[in-house]
């Protein structure tokens, strides 16, 4: 199983970024993915989840509104849309699989989660 994140980079303050993470070696269409993160010195935190059909999705409250994630099926593709970026958003960001149904307070334990990918590193600057 790969999960092979990409597109971080470095922004300025209010810029915009688009991460994406393609998936092998697994059914996608049947995995919850999800986007965490992870800054210097601070425990991985949950960034935004959505299920297999689509019909959950759910946001940290600190990118509400924010950042969008999507998901192209037949692309084996994750997609984490981030706008209006703020130093606070830098950190390397993982894409992460489950093959289970996840109700909404279980996307943010990392435990929920079976496949892990490398990192993007995403820097924005003040």
């Known amino acids: 199983v790969q999960l092979q994140a990409s597109g971080g980079g470095l922004v300025q303050a209010g810029g915009s970024l688009r991460l994406s993470c393609i998936v092998s070696?697994?059914?996608?269409?049947?995995?919850?993915m999800a986007w965490f993160r992870q800054a210097p010195g601070k425990e991985r935190a949950f960034v935004a989840g959505?299920?297999?059909?689509?019909?959950?999705?759910v946001y940290a409250d600190s990118v509400k509104g924010r950042f969008t994630i999507s998901r192209d099926n037949a692309k084996n593709t994750v997609y984490l849309q981030m706008n209006s970026l703020e130093p606070e958003d830098t950190a390397v960001y993982y894409c992460?699989?489950?093959?289970?149904?996840?109700?909404?307070?279980?996307?943010?334990?990392?435990?929920?989660?079976?496949?892990w990918g490398r990192g993007t590193l995403v820097t924005v600057s003040s």
């Open positions: 992460t699989a489950s093959p289970t149904s996840l109700g909404t307070s279980s996307f943010y334990l990392p435990r929920n989660y079976r496949y």
């Open positions: 959505r299920t297999w059909s689509g019909n959950k999705t």
């Open positions: 070696g697994l059914s996608f269409s049947r995995h919850t």
